[in-house]
């Protein structure tokens, strides 16, 4: 498999902006696309996609991050891109912030091209990297306002902007605290701040929630709901599937440097075609005996998930399927505590599209 490296940030620019924010992005795709997306903009997107990349590539050295890679991005939602360790995710986010030079290929921002004219694609954007980059002996106000004065405006405009953004993220209470207070979601929402004094177009978020708890990954949640709701157009990358389920209107799933579905969460759960039978076993010691039956009844392999005492497996047949295992079970007389057909969740998607298990974003239940 394609390996990312690692791309040490440029100096200045983890979490402070590139100016600018427009639209989130519903994408094309390249190797296995969804029925309706292409590489021709979408129908009824006035102007310039957001996003758009064709037969884009990047190399380090003998190293190819992105090959060939095609996505349309129109503006209006928040955009979520899933992959595997090292599928690209990363690359292309820097790529997009003019932070990483293409090989070969066309990527546009708003119109504008990373290569050609990166100081417009630098106007639209702010970045967020992985991680928060504060001075941690300034108060949230005073990182904020040093920013915005970097940025270029006057000192009364920096204020304004920041008073502004500090608002927005629901920062009021801590903006006069020294930073090296902060919680880890607190600090990753001064980070966001940050890349929103120069007012951009498109918000870039390259795994906002690494390394935060989960009562940090919900006060990050909130603060890119909010600016989504504001107008403020996110791309964010992220290796958490349900991240991208609270967040996500529109989910492009990266491998080996290529875009290999595209789509609404919808239309991704319906591109594999099939339901789940999942049973929650009584006795845990069954779990083996449950797989097997589901195995037999579908003729697809389960997934037992011991600690929560679930098997399931993919089903063709939906409900008839159902109830020739509600049948088996019987027979074996093995007690559930629960059993149905649901929709496969997105990161039972993500194993279907990808084939990956070892390189896979990590479902809610492993974080």
Not at 108 to 123: E, I, K
Not at 235 to 243: F, G, K, P
Request: net charge negative; aromatic share 2%.
């Amino acid at each position: 498999m394609t390996t990312e490296p690692s791309v040490a940030p440029v100096p200045g620019t983890s979490s402070t902006p590139l100016p600018g924010t427009s639209s989130t992005p519903l994408p094309g795709t390249s190797s296995t696309p969804l029925p309706g997306t292409s590489s021709t903009p979408f129908p009824g997107t006035s102007g310039a996609p957001l996003l758009e990349a064709r037969s884009l590539t990047v190399r380090f050295g003998k190293v190819t991050a992105l090959d060939g890679l095609d996505l349309i991005a129109p503006p209006g939602e928040v955009l979520a891109i899933l992959g595997p360790n090292g599928a690209g995710k990363t690359t292309f986010v820097r790529t997009v912030a003019t932070l990483l030079r293409p090989a070969s290929g066309e990527l546009r921002v708003r119109g504008s091209d990373v290569v050609r004219d990166p100081v417009s694609v630098r106007r639209d954007i702010g970045l967020g990297g992985q991680f928060a980059a504060v001075e941690p002996m300034m108060t949230g106000r005073e990182n904020l306002e040093m920013t915005a004065r970097l940025f270029g405006h006057p000192r009364s405009a920096a204020r304004r902007a920041v008073s502004s953004v500090i608002e927005q993220l629901g920062l009021e209470e801590v903006a006069d605290r020294r930073c090296g207070t902060y919680s880890g979601g607190q600090r990753r929402r001064l980070d966001l701040g940050a890349s929103l004094v120069g007012a951009p177009r498109l918000l870039l978020l390259d795994e906002p929630t690494t390394g935060i708890d989960p009562t940090g990954r919900r006060e990050v949640w909130d603060a890119v709901r909010n600016l989504a709701a504001g107008g403020t157009d996110v791309a964010l990358t992220t290796h958490y599937l349900d991240e991208a389920d609270e967040l996500a209107d529109h989910v492009v799933v990266i491998d080996h440097g290529h875009a290999i579905a595209a789509g609404t969460l919808g239309d991704l759960k319906a591109s594999v075609g099939r339901d789940v039978i999942e049973v929650t076993v009584a006795d845990p010691s069954r779990l083996d005996a449950v797989g097997q039956i589901l195995q037999r009844v579908t003729s697809n392999p389960p997934r037992l998930d011991r600690g929560g005492r679930h098997a399931s497996a993919p089903a063709s047949g939906g409900a008839s399927e159902l109830a020739t295992a509600i049948r088996c079970l019987d027979d074996a007389a093995i007690g559930v505590d629960e059993i149905g057909v649901r929709r496969p969740t997105l990161d039972e998607v993500f194993l279907t599209l990808t084939g990956d298990q070892a390189g896979a974003p990590v479902p809610a239940s492993h974080h």
